[in-house]
């Protein structure tokens, strides 16, 4: 059996990207160990055991080049909800950004929206 683990975000700052996961969106701080040079943080939504981002502080030019555009302008990063009404309201009530209204796919009902860091990502309610 295989599962994906983890996906890497670039972000600016670790305790910046924290206050926006953990603090405004309730999402879990699984980890953060301090190597020296760099942190392992790894945060988790709401209600998950798996399927982890891992936040990356930009080290150079090139990566902090990358912070918000590391899927091509695409959105590239997509939560999953049980219920996309309460996360879509809560979002909003935390000052999350939609892009646009909540729409209907065949797939599911999905919203994009982005992190303060530039990331689009979809809220999305799979059929």
Known sequence: MQHLHALSLVVPDYDAAIAFYCGQLGWQLAEDVDQGRKRWVRILPPGASQGSLILARADGPTQQAAIGNQFGGRVGLFLATDD???????????????????RHEPYGTVAVWRDPFGNRWDLIQLV
Do not use: I, K, T
């Open 84 to 102: 996309f009404d309460r996360d879509h309201a809560a979002m909003l009530a935390a000052g999350v950004v939609f892009e646009e209204e909540p």
